[in-house]
């Protein structure tokens, strides 16, 4: 019997505004590491806020996300989404990223603006404006193009 894929979806707070240099070896190790676990997905960093959507067979999620509740760079972690799917929305992606940093911050290579109108918004605002499901669809269709 195969192990059932599953998407999990969790909103947090970087501790700090992370650099270009934290950014690029967060997604270094987390691509490199999704891959060895089957897990795909998608982070997206605004300011300080985290919006991520893994997904994988379960238990391997379930190990990922239970690293990522004791990782030190953000906190508050609010789980927004588990669910068992019959095939993956980021197939061909390890971690796709997209990035809005504050006017201050540094610009990294890659990234792009598709979530603009989120910039700036509270974290409850972001979940009450679409669920979960809504979002994980628009973000496919989005890095599908």
């Known amino acids: 019997m195969s192990e059932s894929l599953v998407q999990l979806a969790y ?12 950014l690029n070896q967060l997604l270094s190790v987390a691509r490199r590491n999704n891959a060895r ?6 982070l997206t960093l605004t300011d300080t806020t985290f919006f991520q959507i893994i997904e994988g067979p379960s238990e391997n999620v379930s190990a990922l996300y239970r690293l990522l509740l004791t990782d030190n760079r953000h906190f508050g972690l609010n789980r927004v989404l588990y ?23 540094m610009p990294v290579s890659g990234f792009s603006d ?21 979002m994980v669809e628009q973000i496919q269709r989005m890095i599908s193009t």
């Open 11 to 22: 909103i947090s707070t970087a501790k700090h505004p992370m650099s270009s240099e934290e």
């Open 114 to 134: 598709f979530i603009h109108p989120y910039q700036g918004m509270e974290k409850s605002a972001i979940a009450s404006d679409m669920n979960a499901n809504e």
């Open 83 to 105: 669910q068992t799917v019959q095939q993956r929305a980021f197939e061909n992606w390890a971690m796709a990223f997209e990035h809005y940093p504050s006017p201050t911050a």
């Open 37 to 42: 676990a089957e897990i795909g997905g998608y």
